[in-house]
């Protein structure tokens, strides 16, 4: 099972998750062999984590995917119900966001490198994984710019760099260029290079421009080959200074990472932004997508005046 989900190139983070729901679903039928079950197996395995386990309709769209994988992939496996079977409707939800007021109150509660992190994330509308997996040459001062390499989808982008954070940006660059000399010294500083780029360029991974812009405080070993090296910081330093951040400012919304990136969205269309150029940079594949953001603006729902306020009066309580 994974060996077939590196080869198709998936995240180590979907790796993870679709072993762990292979796993669940033999223990759940007794140890049996997927080969040795079918489409009522499935069901019954969808069935009981929608009615017992409670999950979420995209939790049990991932346990299909990766029950789907397994059977057409791993084991290869053809069978007229594998096209059968429903995926769970998922309910249509507007995204959270923050008013600028909130976002300000939101940073103003951070400091050290989870307030830069928060910081990047409103301020390009990056996801929390391509800011943290950032690459010191992916970073251009001169240019203000930031090249997104990889993200969803495989797609390379192009994003804004927020002229306030010039120069804390640079300083957490130099700190990264100190902490890997010493790790050169320690005879360490190898990084993690995707695909075949270590035997196109065997040095590579020991360059700095290759380094993380925020690496992790100690060299730890890669579940993928086993080899010690410093990794990216670990993205639970953020959400947990942000939801103390939160509670701090007193924000009663709910509130994470991905919270920032739909502030970014949402307050530059409220600028008066083209929805595409909006799109560009937060790398969308459809407008479709990026329209979502059109409900939430304040000319929306929330710029309308009720037909309760137009009624003489209306705002004025009953005497008691």
Request: charged share 25%; proline share 5%.
């Amino acid at each position: 099972m994974r060996r077939h989900l590196r080869l198709k190139h998936y995240s180590l983070r979907t790796e993870k998750a679709y072993v762990g729901w292979i796993v669940r679903y033999i223990r759940f039928h007794r140890m049996a062999h997927p080969r040795e079950m079918a489409g009522e197996q499935v069901a019954a395995f969808l069935s009981m984590l929608a009615v017992k386990g409670k999950v979420s309709a995209s939790t049990q769209n991932q346990a299909l995917s990766a029950l789907l994988f397994l059977y057409r992939e791993v084991l290869g496996t053809q069978l007229p119900w594998m096209e059968g079977v429903v995926r769970a409707k998922r309910p249509k939800r507007l995204p959270t966001v923050l008013s600028p007021q909130e976002v300000q109150r939101l940073l103003l509660a951070m400091d050290g490198r989870p307030w830069l992190l928060a910081s990047l994330l409103y301020g390009t509308g990056m996801r929390l994984m391509e800011c943290l997996r950032l690459r010191v040459q992916d970073v251009d001062l001169s240019r203000m710019e930031i090249l997104i390499r990889d993200g969803k989808g495989g797609k390379d982008r192009r994003t804004v760099l927020p002229r306030s954070l010039l120069e804390s940006l640079r300083k957490e660059m130099e700190r990264a260029r100190l902490l890997h000399q010493h790790d050169l010294l320690a005879g360490q500083g190898a990084v993690w290079l995707p695909y075949a780029l270590k035997r196109k360029y065997p040095n590579a991974d020991r360059e700095f421009g290759w380094q993380y812009v925020f690496p992790a405080e100690r060299i730890s070993v890669d579940p993928r080959d086993g080899v010690q090296r410093r990794h990216h910081v670990d993205d639970a330093v953020l959400s947990r200074a942000i939801k103390n951040a939160r509670i701090q400012v007193g924000i009663d919304k709910p509130v994470s990472a991905h919270t920032l990136r739909h502030s970014f969205a949402t307050h530059l269309l409220e600028a008066g932004h083209d929805i595409r150029t909006v799109q560009e940079l937060l790398g969308h594949k459809d407008v479709a997508t990026t329209q979502i953001y059109t409900h939430v603006l304040g000319r929306g729902a929330g710029g309308l005046l009720s037909p309760l306020d137009r009624l003489p009066g209306a705002l004025s309580p009953p005497a008691e």
